[in-house]
């Protein structure tokens, strides 16, 4: 299986001085089911927030699928998808029309047959 996040040497050191990440490198491959575990504080958000555009590194590399974060912002960011803990488009909307909303922030046309289908799939 190809590497599809590699993490080399990443830092993260927040404004205030507090240094969040020391030294990650970490490799995930392709149709790997990889689950990130650690205390409160540890950093997983801050890593998460990192690969995916939403938080700075300090130093250190990013690649997804070969795309540096930084420099290929725009293709990386189109391979990810987020499922973030508390944020959501509506927490009273259907599962229907969020994911038909999220496929417009991608830019993707509507495809209800395709959102029919996976949601099928997954038994939503
Ligand atoms: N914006 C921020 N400014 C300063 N420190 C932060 C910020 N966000 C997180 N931290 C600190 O960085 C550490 C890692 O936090 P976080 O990545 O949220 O950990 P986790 O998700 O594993 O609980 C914690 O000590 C947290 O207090
Ligand atoms: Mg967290």
């Known amino acids: 299986m190809k590497p599809i996040i590699t993490i080399s ?5 927040y404004s205030g001085g507090f240094q969040a990440l020391q030294e990650i490198n970490l490799e995930v491959k392709e149709g790997e089911i990889f689950a990130l575990l650690g205390p409160n504080g540890a950093g997983k958000t801050t ?5 995916c555009g939403l938080i700075n590194p300090s130093s250190g590399q990013v690649l997804v ?9 725009r293709k990386t960011r189109s391979l990810i ?22 496929r417009g922030l991608f830019g993707k046309a509507p495809n209800p047959d395709y959102i029919e289908s996976i ?6």
């Open 9 to 13: 040497n990443l830092q993260k050191t």
């Open 47 to 51: 890593l998460i927030g990192i690969i």
């Open 81 to 102: 998808g987020l499922v973030p803990q508390e944020l959501t488009t509506d927490m009273f909307e259907s599962v229907w029309a969020s994911v038909s909303f999220s």
């Open 65 to 73: 699928d070969g795309y540096d974060i930084i420099k290929d912002y």
């Open 119 to 124: 949601l099928k799939k997954l038994s939503l």
